[in-house]
Nanobody
Framework: QVQLVESGGGLVQAGGSLRLSCAAS????????MGWYRQAPGKQRELVAR???????SYADSVKGRFTISRDNAKNTVYLQMNSLKPEDTAVYYC????????????WGQGTQVTVSS
């Protein structure tokens, strides 16, 4: 069965850094596009960053220049390096794996809490 397991969340002061990891199992990781989403209380889930199977990346405007997404296909893991964190980055961060071929295959992790104090 497919599992996406996030780790690395926590409490950090504004201006600090965190690195999130998402370890995938049960999928052919290298062919999936991977993404990080976040959901703050009372808000909709939003895309933070995305990396395709060929490692092309894209970011939400709110995190450009501060966050970096990367992947290690040998470890079946995607990362989100978050620098210069702001209180508005506080949210539950979710890992997502997507493959569109003969249908759509879409998987989610359980989420990890990131709290940025001012």
């Amino acid at each position: 069965q497919v599992q996406l397991v996030e780790s690395g969340g926590g409490l950090v002061q504004a201006g600090g850094s965190l690195r999130l990891s998402c370890a995938a199992s049960g999928i052919i990781f290298r062919i999936y596009a991977m993404g990080w989403y976040r959901q703050a209380p009372g808000k909709q889930r939003e895309l933070v960053a995305r990396i395709t199977s060929d490692s092309s990346t894209s970011y939400a405007d709110s995190v450009k220049g501060r966050f970096t997404i990367s992947r290690d296909n040998a470890k079946n893991t995607v990362y989100l390096q978050m620098n210069s964190l702001k209180p508005e980055d506080t949210a539950v961060y979710y890992c997502n794996a997507v493959l569109v071929v003969n249908g759509r295959y879409d998987y989610w992790g359980q989420g990890t809490q990131v709290t940025v104090s001012s």
